[in-house]
Structures are given as structure tokens and as C-alpha cells.
């Protein structure tokens, strides 16, 4: 069962807080303002890109295409880092960029795919195989080096973005008053929601998954194992719906999971004690 507020983790260096959290971190209505203007800006940087290229809007070159991608993944970072630090200032705990006991992280991330996976079982049982147009919306069927870039895309820059934006900023900020289970109901909703234009039919199962990542996100109390585990199941992805190499999908995802496991190790650590 889950208890209390373990989102906040420890502060910059590694020092643990006193106490859990008695104020909230951001405004609960803050992760909805944010996405708004997320995609107000995407769309705004897209056309610009768009328009400068001169390219046929019917037949868009895969460069654009994930030119596109690129700028509404750095478009969710941007709203995150821009939003949290308008309210007060920042720093990497707060979005979850904090290490978690290991073997506890690594339990609760196999619980919770094992139950996504068998969630999607289930829908794939009861309707057949959702259709996706992810990898062609980014022209990863182009050449090869579109499918490389798509890989990168997919597997490395989405989860980052997408974590930090939605498990990171804003569900903290449902947090701030909901409690863990119908935060993360609202959070996955409207995270599976936005991925309706690449295929209505996977939309529940992408709720379930936003869903399972919230709650690993709660009980591990750190974001890496939810980037983790993003990576890992867009490696899936990637493999399926691009007819990826597995050998290069499996660097690319294997590399991920690598660096989740690393770089907590090693960032914000507690500076050495002066002589």
C-alpha cells in the first residue's frame, strides 16, 4: 500500500530532508497550463521550421518529420523547467532526478511492466493488435538513416522528455493536493490521451502504462526508474512498428537502462567534506 509523500526524494548533494513535504511543490492546476502551452509553442515552432523549408505539406521529408518530433519533445522539457520555475526554484530532487535503493527500484519497475504487460495481453486479446502510426509520422520507413534517427527518438530523447515532463513535473503537481492513486489516474489519462492522433486503439493501454509509471514513480520515489522503463518498452515499440535491427534497438535500449542505473550513482552527489 502506498503511504505518505515519497516524491520529494533528497535535495541537491544528496542531503535528505528533514521531513516530507507540508507545502506543495507546484499548483495542481500547473501541469495542465503547462501542456496547453507546450504544444501552443510546438505547433508555433514547427510551423516556422516548416515554412522556412518550403516543403510539401502532403509529403513532408523525414527530416521535418522528426524535426517535428525533436521540437515537441524539447518543447515538454522547456514547459516543465519554465513552469516549476516560475512558482520557485528549481532543483533536480523535485522532479524525482534522485537515486533509489536499488533492488526496491528494481522490483517494483518488473511488478509494474509485468502487469502492464498482461494488461496488454488482455486488450490485444479483446480487439486484436492497435495500430500505431508513430515511427511513420517521424519517416522512420525513409531510409536508413531515418530509422537510426527514429531509434534515437523513440528510445533516448522520448522518455527523458516525456518522464520529466509527466511523472517529473506534472504529476507533482496533481500531488500537491491528490492523493497517489487519483493523481496517477488523471496523469495517465491525459498522457495516454495525447498519443489519440497515432492510434485511437492504444490509447486505454497507454493510460494503463502512464498510470503503472506514476505509481513506480511514487513508491521508488525517484524518476529514473520510470525513464528506465520508458526506454524499455519504446524499444518494443521501435522494434515492431519500425522493423528496427533488434541488435540496434537493443543498444539503444540497453544504453538507456545503463545510464538510469548510472547516472543517479554518480549526479548531485554530496560534495566531499572540506579539510
Not at 533536480?92 to 528494481?106: D, N
Not at 537510426?148 to 513535473?169: C, D
Not at 506514476?214 to 524518476?223: D, I, Q
Request: net charge negative; hydrophobic share 55%; glycine share 10%.
Amino acid at each position: 500500500m502506498i503511504q505518505g509523500y515519497r516524491m520529494a526524494g533528497p535535495p541537491p548533494h544528496g542531503e535528505p530532508p528533514a521531513s516530507p513535504p507540508t507545502e506543495p511543490q507546484w499548483p495542481v492546476w500547473a501541469g495542465f497550463v503547462a501542456l496547453v502551452a507546450v504544444f501552443f509553442v510546438a505547433n508555433i515552432g514547427y510551423s516556422l521550421v516548416a515554412g522556412l523549408s518550403g516543403a510539401d505539406a502532403d509529403d513532408t521529408p523525414a527530416w521535418l518529420d522528426l524535426a517535428a518530433a525533436l521540437i515537441l519533445q524539447a518543447s515538454l522539457i522547456a514547459g516543465a523547467l519554465i513552469a516549476a520555475s516560475l512558482v520557485k526554484p528549481v532543483h533536480p530532487w523535485q522532479f524525482g532526478l534522485t537515486s533509489a535503493r536499488f533492488w526496491p527500484a528494481v522490483g517494483w519497475s518488473v511488478l509494474g511492466m509485468v502487469v502492464f504487460y498482461l494488461l496488454a495481453a488482455a486488450w490485444v486479446a479483446i480487439i486484436g493488435e492497435p495500430e500505431q502510426s508513430t515511427a511513420e509520422d517521424i519517416g522512420a520507413d525513409e531510409s536508413n538513416l531515418a530509422l537510426l534517427g527514429a531509434g534515437v527518438m523513440f528510445v533516448v530523447i522520448a522518455p527523458v522528455a516525456e518522464e520529466l515532463f509527466f511523472r517529473g513535473f506534472f504529476y507533482g503537481s496533481l500531488r500537491s493536493r491528490l492523493n497517489p492513486v487519483f493523481a496517477a489516474i488523471v496523469c495517465g489519462v491525459v498522457f495516454g490521451s495525447i498519443h489519440a492522433l497515432t492510434g485511437l486503439e492504444a490509447v486505454p493501454i497507454l493510460i494503463a502504462l502512464g498510470i503503472i509509471f506514476c505509481l513506480v514513480r511514487e513508491v521508488t520515489g525517484s524518476l529514473y526508474p520510470c525513464i528506465a522503463l520508458h526506454a524499455l518498452n519504446n524499444t518494443f515499440a521501435y522494434i515492431g512498428q519500425a522493423d528496427a535491427a533488434p541488435a540496434v534497438a537493443a543498444v539503444l535500449g540497453g544504453g538507456m537502462i545503463a545510464a538510469c542505473i548510472l547516472v543517479p550513482r554518480f549526479a548531485w552527489r554530496r560534495p566531499p567534506s572540506p579539510a
